[in-house]
């Protein structure tokens, strides 16, 4: 995975594909880094507001099961990364 923060080297931004529902709830399906990484997401654990301060704003958290391994995405306005 590239393209980490400086301040934060274990968080990627990513390009996400997920569902979009009339009540406005996201469901990430998968996401893609920016060496062409692409990742299945298996199972959404939780979801919760959640300000990133990393990115200084508000913003959503989604703990997710991909294989093994628990991560979280994170949605802030327009951008989505990841964060191990």
């Known amino acids: 995975m590239q393209d980490?923060?400086?301040r934060?080297?274990?968080?990627?931004y990513a390009?996400?594909?997920a569902d979009h529902?009339?009540?406005?709830r996201i469901l990430p399906l998968m996401f893609r880094v920016e060496d062409g990484e692409t990742v299945r997401i298996d199972r959404i654990l939780e979801v919760r507001e959640a300000p990133s301060l990393k990115m200084g704003g508000?913003?959503?958290r989604?703990?997710?099961r991909v294989g093994a391994r628990e991560l979280y995405l994170f949605h802030d306005r327009d951008k989505w990364?990841?964060?191990e």
């Open 4 to 6: 980490h923060d400086r």
């Open 8 to 12: 934060n080297p274990n968080k990627v």
């Open 62 to 64: 989604y703990t997710c």
């Open 81 to 83: 990364f990841v964060e």
């Open 15 to 17: 390009k996400v594909r």
């Open 58 to 60: 508000q913003g959503t």
């Open 21 to 24: 529902f009339p009540d406005g």
